[in-house]
């Protein structure tokens, strides 16, 4: 027999569930008869998984784009877990790749295993250690990282169907281990006084048999041959809107290379 605080329990379930039905009902279908892109992410924040404001800015842009999205993540556990107020690990804590994605993506995700290159006309992956640590092991490995095992069928299958492929920040490094001979850009090769921290990747980057482009913040670096579009984001110390710049840069040029 319910009880008052039973019932009133029950029903804000039913309440909290039907809120984010709606949400997730708006998300989805505001979307027009532009290209289909596919987004991947990799957890929810920099130095653990997707960096917040590259994925933002990516939806964004294709937002304004006229682009109908659909976001995905693996269904795995993160390599750890960062304390991004202390920027150390958190001992004994584990969490969930799509769990964490879905955090930015209002609930409206999908397992990566799903994502079906036949479906979309495009996919991006943006940036944040999550690219490094959870759908590849470069943060550890370097030129001998693996990546995850759909995350390198993704990229190889839209690849194979002459479809774009957009990244930026650090996740190009994805499409260096997957693609021969691809062109990308993680910004400059050299840290000038700290302005370019990661500047390294870029030699990681000839390591694994792709080219180097040198790019600014707000520019991308397209891969005509490969359909692969790369623009360097917070690979770069600079101000948030030029990062945004670059990334809408980038996710231009993959929807002109979408053809829709």
């Known amino acids: 027999m319910f009880t008052v605080r039973a019932l009133a329990s029950r029903v804000n379930h039913h309440l909290l569930k039907s809120q984010v039905a709606s949400l997730g009902l708006l998300h989805t279908t505001a979307s027009c008869n532009g290209a289909k892109v596919a987004v991947v992410l990799s957890g929810c924040g920099v130095y653990d998984g997707t960096e917040i404001h590259e994925a933002s800015a990516v939806l964004v842009h294709l937002s304004r784009g006229g682009a109908e999205v659909q976001m995905f993540a693996p269904d795995v556990n993160q390599m750890h877990v960062i304390d991004h107020s202390k920027g150390q690990p958190a001992e004994k804590e584990t969490r969930n790749v799509l769990a964490e994605s879905a955090r930015i993506a209002r609930g409206n995700i999908s397992d990566l295993a799903k994502l079906n290159a036949s479906n979309h006309d495009a996919v991006i992956f943006p940036g944040g250690f999550g690219a490094a640590k959870n759908l590849s092991t470069f943060a550890v490995d370097g ?37 021969k001979n691809v062109e990308v850009t993680v910004g400059h090769e050299d840290e000038e006084g700290g302005k370019w921290p990661y500047a390294g990747t870029a030699q990681a980057i000839t390591a694994l048999g792709a080219k180097h482009a040198v790019k600014e913040v707000t520019e991308a670096h397209v891969d005509q041959k490969n359909k692969v579009v790369t623009s360097p984001a917070f690979m770069c110390e600079t101000k948030l809107h030029l990062i945004f710049d670059g990334i809408g840069a980038m996710v231009k040029d993959v929807l002109k290379l979408s053809g829709k």
């Open 143 to 179: 030129k001998d990282c693996k990546v995850n095992k759909d995350v390198e069928r993704v990229l190889k299958d839209f690849h194979k169907a002459g479809k774009p492929i957009g990244l930026c920040c650090i996740s190009p490094v994805l499409a260096a281990k997957v693609l």
